[in-house]
């Protein structure tokens, strides 16, 4: 199933951590994540440059026919810029639409909550949380009042039942965004 013709034209994938392990996981994720949700991966935003990248995903007009793409931010949301403001901030001030991306370890920790609340301060027009592997608890998921989309398997794990759900939570989470004010450009 697609997704084209109800997101806009691009959507930033993002996810927070150390370097290291921030980079493994949208390397493992974002190809997979990409091909569920039926949007096309695109090369990863610069950290050095953020306006005139934000700017240009601001002004993207999609092709006719052409899916969606998801651009991996390759640093933490909440990484300082040189102006001392941050990634998330920059995000915001283009009102680029995001997904947030944790690995399954993550849940052990409040950063679920944390870079939501980040985000929402930073008014990035958040289109939803997605966990990137097992285990699910959807019950303590729903429970938290986070908009989580749902989960991704990780590669060799069973489950891609779960993963079915996901374009279909992408598509009411961009009909809350546009219902809460938010425009495509």
Excluded: F, I, N, Y
Excluded at 42 to 51: I, N, T
Excluded at 134 to 141: A, D, E, T, V
Excluded at 170 to 184: D, F, T
């Amino acid at each position: 199933m697609t997704v084209s013709g109800v997101l806009p034209a691009s959507l930033v994938l993002l996810a927070a951590g150390p370097p290291e392990p921030q980079r493994r996981l949208l390397e493992a994720a974002a190809p997979a994540l990409a091909a569920a949700l039926g949007l096309e991966l695109a090369a990863a935003l610069d950290p050095a440059v953020p306006v005139p990248q934000l700017m240009a995903l601001h002004r993207q007009v999609p092709a006719p026919g052409a899916p969606p793409q998801l651009v991996p931010l390759p640093v933490d949301p909440g990484r300082t810029l040189a102006d001392g403001s941050c990634w998330a901030e920059a995000v915001g001030a283009w009102r680029q639409p995001a997904l947030l991306l944790l690995d399954a370890d993550q849940q052990e920790s409040g950063l679920p909550a944390a870079m939501t609340a980040l985000l929402r301060q930073a008014a990035v027009p958040l289109v939803g949380l997605v966990q990137w592997g097992l285990p699910w608890q959807g019950g303590l998921r729903r429970r938290d009042g986070l908009p989580w989309l749902g989960v991704l398997p990780a590669a060799g794990e069973d489950g891609e039942h779960l993963a079915l759900a996901l374009p279909a939570a992408l598509k009411l989470g961009c009909a809350q965004l546009r219902a809460a004010g938010w425009e495509a450009p």
